[in-house]
Each structure stands twice: as C-alpha cells, then as structure tokens.
C-alpha cells in the first residue's frame, strides 16, 4: 500500500497514523449487497404499515422456536425455525430502511433478541443431549469466546464512532 497506509490486520489499516476501518477489504459489503437485492422487493411489497420491531420479535420468536426444537433433539424442525429466524433478522432491517422507520430502538432490539437467540440455541443443545462433561465445557468455550469476541466488537464499534471514523 502506498501513501503511509499500512495493514494494521482484521479489516482495519492504519493511514497517516490513524486506524480506520478497511470495509472494502471485507467480505461484508458484498454479502448485504446480496441481502439488500433479496429482501428490499420483500420489504418493499410488504409496505410500510408493518412495523420492523414486529418482525423482530418475529425473529426471537422463531429462534427461540428453534431452540424448543433442538432440545427436543428435533434438529431438522430446529434448522427450519433457525433458517425462518435468520429471513426474518435480514427483513427487520430491510424494513425498516425501505421505509425509513430505522430508530435507535429498534437497532438495539435486534441486536438483543440476536443474542438472546444465540445464547438460547447451544444451550439448548447442550441440555437436550445425555448429560456429559465434554459438552458442558464446549459450551462454556463457546459461549465464552462468542461473547468476548462480540464485547471487543461493540467496544471497538464505539470508540470508532467517537473518532468518526464510523462503524
């Protein structure tokens, strides 16, 4: 790279001393593009008197669904409610942009009911199965190193916002 600029690694660079997030390099943009072509015509036809935070809790409703499935060990049913989660967190958001109703509240809610349905499905998993040591300390790995890695990201989410080198 030319001009100062210099690989800091994990999508960010460092450009004449500043860290800045490297968004083009990041597989991201290409993928809510895909996102965006396929639900903005679902959202669009929906129309605007949908509210975004009714298909949010649509979307715990179906994880936690999934998750009722999954510890039944009903994991094919499981898969259906967790794949109707995922349309329905992708929509929310496309709702609310094509319609321009995105509010702070309803950000913060999709990301909690997102979390809420990540804790609940290994959980699930977990206590559905015979009980067994190895499965409890997976868990707790996974849970562990899910929710340190998504407080680094909030954390630094904030303090790129405080620069206003955006988030």
């Given at each position: 790279?030319?001009?100062?600029?210099?690989?800091?690694?994990?999508?960010?660079?460092?450009?004449?001393?500043?860290?800045?997030?490297?968004?083009?390099?990041?597989?991201?943009?290409?993928?809510?593009?895909?996102?965006?072509?396929s639900l903005d015509?679902?959202?669009?036809?929906?129309?605007?008197?949908?509210?975004?935070?009714?298909v949010s809790l649509?979307?715990?409703?179906?994880?936690?669904?999934?998750?009722?499935?999954?510890?039944?060990?009903?994991?094919?049913?499981?898969?259906?409610?967790?794949?109707?989660?995922?349309?329905?967190?992708?929509?929310?958001?496309?709702?609310?942009?094509?319609?321009?109703?995105?509010?702070?509240?309803?950000?913060?809610?999709?990301?909690?009911?997102?979390?809420?349905?990540?804790?609940?499905?290994?959980?699930?998993?977990?206590?559905?199965?015979?009980?067994?040591?190895?499965?409890?300390?997976?868990?707790?790995?996974?849970?562990?190193?899910?929710?340190?890695?998504?407080?680094?990201?909030?954390?630094?989410?904030?303090?790129?916002?405080?620069?206003?080198?955006?988030?």
């Amino acid at each position: 790279m030319s001009g100062g600029t210099i690989l800091a690694g994990n999508g960010f660079m460092r450009v004449a001393g500043k860290l800045t997030f490297a968004k083009q390099r990041m597989l991201d943009p290409a993928l809510r593009k895909l996102k965006d072509r396929s639900l903005d015509p679902v959202a669009r036809a929906l129309g605007p008197h949908i509210s975004p935070i009714i298909v949010s809790l649509f979307s715990l409703v179906a994880g936690l669904a999934a998750s009722f499935a999954a510890f039944q060990a009903a994991y094919w049913m499981a898969l259906g409610f967790w794949l109707l989660n995922r349309l329905f967190d992708g929509l929310d958001g496309s709702l609310a942009r094509v319609h321009a109703r995105q509010t702070d509240l309803g950000g913060y809610l999709d990301i909690l009911f997102d979390f809420a349905v990540y804790a609940a499905l290994p959980v699930a998993i977990v206590m559905g199965m015979p009980p067994s040591e190895i499965a409890y300390v997976a868990l707790v790995l996974l849970l562990g190193s899910y929710y340190l890695n998504a407080a680094s990201w909030m954390y630094l989410s904030a303090i790129l916002e405080k620069r206003n080198n955006g988030s």
